[in-house]
């Protein structure tokens, strides 16, 4: 067997496999091919215009007003049909690298989410214990803001802080 009948790869997607688990090169795989329909486009948007006046303009003896227009109709709906295909297929790869990213966002954002939520369960489960801590201020001494903590009436509210 030859070197020339084995594939370059073993496996002849692998560097598909590889791109599609790279947002970056996704997104570059997908511009490539958005650049040539978008450059497939606009070359049949010349053929179109083109396409239209001469069929528009080839008369034949004895038609009335409208006659070559009427006949120029399938050729330019079959035009229109595959550019607004194009269309679709440019916005659709654009969506798709968008949706791809978006992907990988939403995947590190699971991750990060999770690990708060396993944290907050691991302290829910296992609370440290903490010791109330001493207040001398509560043995009868004036406490550092006497608006709150002590009993007002509703006329020294003017003399209470908002919160």
Known sequence: MSTEDKPFFDDPNAALREIAQNPAAYAHYLADFHRVVLDMQAKL??????????????????????????????????????????KGISSGLEKSAHKRHAHDEKVKEVKKTRKEKAQLKERKNNPSLQAAPENPDQRGAQSPNPGYGVPTSIYHLDRRESA
């Open 45 to 86: 948007e010349i053929l179109q215009r083109e396409t239209r006046l001469h069929c528009r303009k080839t008369r034949v003896e004895g038609d009335k007003w409208g006659q070559a227009a009427l006949r120029s109709f399938p050729v330019e709906k079959s035009l229109n049909d595959v550019l607004r295909n194009l």
